[in-house]
């Protein structure tokens, strides 16, 4: 669990992840080397997991969101998710419980791209149903955040 102030540092970079270390150290009142102290520990520890830019799918013209959900033929599951992990289109693969053992959330350019990625290259990788959702609207995009 981590402690009032490594929370406090975490909240931070979440609001702003370019956040200088003498910043940090301003509003939590720490020295600069002890949020670097901090902040190596979260790292190592596994509570912050790394450090990235958040892209806009649109402006990489990926207009088109999907939630496929997947059934395995099968046994085939490992494999089948090794070569899901494969396909850049798929953002999020989860094992999941009920009638489909995978769900993932893949970005397409168009239809015409989604089609292609379901007809040509996710039904040849051992999957034995497939129900794709599109997303009509995102209602809230975020990944997860300190309660």
Do not use: W
Not at 22 to 31: G, H
Not at 41 to 54: D, Q, S
Not at 59 to 83: P, T
Not at 92 to 97: F, G, L, M, R
Request: hydrophobic content about 40%; overall charge positive.
């Amino acid at each position: 669990m981590a402690s009032r102030i490594d929370t406090e540092i975490i909240r931070l970079l979440q609001d702003n992840a370019r956040i200088t270390i003498s910043d940090i150290a301003r509003k939590v009142q720490l020295s600069e080397n002890g949020v670097r102290y901090r902040l190596e520990k979260l790292e190592r520890t596994g509570h912050i997991k790394g450090y990235t830019a958040i892209l806009n799918p649109t402006k990489f013209n990926r207009r088109v969101q999907a939630v496929l959900m997947i059934k395995v033929q099968g046994d085939n599951s490992g494999k089948m998710i090794r070569q899901l992990k494969e396909f850049k289109e798929l953002v999020s693969i989860y094992q999941i419980t009920g009638d489909h053992s995978v769900m993932a959330i893949g970005f397409f350019s168009d239809m015409e791209d989604l089609n292609t990625f379901v007809t040509s290259r996710l039904l040849s990788c051992g999957v034995a149903d497939c129900s794709v959702q599109i997303v009509m609207k995102r209602v809230k995009d975020a990944l997860f955040e300190i309660p």
